[in-house]
């Protein structure tokens, strides 16, 4: 089993729609989670840490569940400009490593 | 404030030649990491440093990769011979403890 995993989708949607993506990670001592998005043609960018209470920043919501070992997003209301990939990422209790998932990739129909 | 910064951001060289890739973290990060993406593989972690000492290079290739970071503000990722099948996008990315990755623009590295 990878250590994270992604649908890769692609997740096509409507613009105004509400869409959801979840991760799942393997090593049950993960410590720190993070939604990165990427661009095509361009670096990762962090979109939003992941708290164990949950967060929100404008539109986007992440959860963590670690009993079932999975963190989500949530985007409401998708833009145009919501086009991208989704990384989900992890990092273990040992060490600094990021692990990066493979990506889940959004398009936002007008 | 400067983010990481990568050189080149484009490559072009034949195979076999020697390619050399930079990057100098973020001011005050102290892991710097190498990543290469590619369509078929996604983003793969080719090694990561702490305190400029390499941590983990299970993730480089094979003998003809090697990476230095003689100090904090530098670091360089080495092919030699390069070859087709390293033709990818190679990321830097830099950061303190457990806090999220700033990424660097990428150097697009093509072998012919």
């Known amino acids: 089993r990878k250590e994270v995993e992604q649908d890769p989708g692609p997740f096509n949607v409507p613009e105004g729609a509400t869409v959801a993506f979840n991760c799942t990670y393997s090593?049950?001592?993960?410590?720190?989670f993070f939604w990165y998005r990427q661009d095509c043609r361009k670096e990762p960018k962090l979109l939003m840490s992941v708290y164990s209470s949950g967060n929100e920043d404008g539109r986007f919501t992440a959860q963590l569940n670690r009993a079932s070992q999975y963190i989500s997003l949530l985007i409401r209301d998708s833009k145009l400009s919501d086009s991208a990939t989704y990384l989900c990422?992890?990092?273990?209790?040992?060490?600094?490593?990021?692990?990066f998932g493979p990506g889940t990739r959004l398009s936002v129909l007008p | 404030d400067a983010g990481v910064i990568q050189s080149p951001r484009h490559e072009v060289t034949e195979m076999g030649q020697e390619v050399t890739l930079r990057c100098k973290p973020i001011?005050?990060?102290?892991?710097l990491f190498w990543y290469r993406q590619t369509m078929m593989r996604g983003l793969e972690l080719l090694i990561y440093?702490?305190?400029?000492?390499?941590?983990?290079d299970s993730g480089m290739p094979e003998d003809r990769f090697s990476a230095k970071m003689p100090n904090a503000s530098f670091s360089t990722l080495k092919i030699q011979p390069s070859e087709p099948r390293d033709s990818a996008v190679y990321f830097c990315a830099s950061s303190q403890g457990h806090q999220p990755q700033h990424f660097g623009d990428g150097t697009r590295l093509s072998i012919l």
């Open positions: 001011s005050g990060h102290n892991s």
């Open positions: 440093f702490n305190n400029n000492v390499p941590i983990d």
């Open positions: 090593n049950s001592a993960s410590q720190s």
């Open positions: 990422v992890v990092t273990p209790s040992y060490g600094q490593n990021f692990v």
